[in-house]
């Protein structure tokens, strides 16, 4: 009876842990914003840079399921190529160290004092107190740590329990512990703090831990497994990239402990240190081996995977040098604003075509375009606030301000295009069919606006301002027939699908508007353009 105790109290000291560590990684990525994620976008051409990147996430966020979730999400968005995503996910499972070094230094007698900071600061109404709740965490997840080892130190009293424990056992079979616990847990980290624990309160030997830890790796990869379905080719290579890198790493070290296993606990250290020692050392030297045949690795996960193109041509994310002059700076974003255009036009074609049809491949191709904007939106946001620092005088100051708001219009038609597509979501959710009346609506409402871009993307000038404001004027009264029609099919109790259109047509009208002003924006710039040269 007093071991069902223990047990439970056990079970609940761990359910904390699981709380704490859960609730940790969210605080901290909620602090950071977008800078995790730039982060790993940013990962370049050389795969030891996206390690370094890789294992510095995730050491802060302590959670290499979330940074190689993150990472595939990136790929599946065209955001990140497979080949860059690889040293990422290499690095994440050396950030995951850092627990099992801070528990068996027992730096965890901090954490009541880092749980009262936490909460105090929490309270505070200073700026300071974002960080409340993630140092809160930080100290619940040791707090918790300290509550397991306590609940567990009764059973150093039961010599039979010690003696199963501690005696060595298959290590097969340590391994598949080590793996279901984490694949159950969703977290290696768990995994390793509680094996740590077990072995400074002596129950179970570094024979019987290190296997352990070493299934954790492995089990740590059903996360990235399940995120890859219903992605593309790039992000399942990615997802079957880690699996292969962690349990190749397990299969590379397995001979060494069966040989030498048997002597793990002849090493003259403090076994919780030298289990997160050995952790270190495992983690470290596979993800070195790893990066050494980075490229045979690539190609044979392309040979099982398969080659696979990306759905679609990425634009160039923008990157500030302080070398570059303004009229360089000016004259690419000239070039990158057509390029985005040209992309958007598509975006809103795919869009339409997936409201038009039940084609599966054609929503999840919007999506990921979608996804994409969302990102580079993001990025130029960033670019433009280091830009402002090459500008010299105040005509320079007007024409980038001038060309930042066309970006502005340009990123607001792209918020006008999702709308439509949240509008296909809200179909699909509701199980909604569009009936024919209205799919020839959407038809006739898709083309016309179409023909706007098309217009703006044949260039500017007087001849030009005249198409775009005739095709305007032809979607408006367009609009306006197409609203009449609606209204008369409101009243019917049969038809589900009006409501979605008349959001549909509230949205259109809203990107026609911001296709205009853009398109003013430009002829206004090509004017001033035409007198400078005159």
Known sequence: MENLSVLFAGITAVVLFIFGLENFSKEIEKISGEQ?????????????VGALIGAAVTAVIQSSSAT?????????????????????????NVGTTVTAQLVAFKLTAFAPLLIVVGFAISLSRSRASIFGKSIFYFGFVFFSLNLISSALQPLQNDPDI???????????????????????????????????VLTQQGLIGLENA??????ANIGTTTTAMLAMFNMDLAAKKT????????????????PAFLLYGQRLNEINMEPAVALATIHLIFNLTVCLVFLLFINPFTRFVDKVIGEGRMDFER????????????????????????????????????????VESNYKSVHEAAEKRIAYIDFLEREYIHYFSQVVASVT?????????????RFDYLFQIHDSIEDLFNVKRVLSKQYIELRSDVLLMVRELSSATLGIFDEISSGSGPANKSAVAERAHALRQLMENVNRQLLVLLARPDRKDVGSMINFVTYSRRLADKLLNFAHLNDSKAGLDREENA
């Open 239 to 254: 997802a079957f990239s880690h699996f292969l890198f962690n349990l190749g790493g397990v299969l590379l070290f397995l």
């Open 210 to 215: 290190v296997p352990i830890i070493m299934g």
């Open 68 to 92: 190689s979730v993150i990472t595939i999400s990136l790929v599946n968005a065209g955001v990140l190529s497979f080949k860059n995503s690889v040293g990422i996910v290499f690095g994440a």
């Open 315 to 354: 634009i160039g994310l923008p990157k500030f040098s302080a070398d570059k002059t303004f009229d360089e700076v000016e004259a690419e974003l000239q070039r990158d604003m057509v390029a985005l255009c040209s992309f958007l036009q598509e975006n809103y074609n795919l869009v339409t075509l997936s």
């Open 162 to 196: 010690v003696r199963y424990l501690a005696n060595p056992q298959n290590p097969l079979i340590a391994i598949f512990i080590g793996f279901a616990f984490t694949a159950l847990v969703q977290s290696s980290s768990v995994t390793t703090g509680l094996a740590i």
């Open 393 to 405: 005088d105040q005509n320079q100051s007007k024409q980038l301000l001038a060309t930042i708001t």
């Open 36 to 48: 995790f994620r730039r982060s790993l976008s940013r990962a370049t051409n050389i795969p030891l």
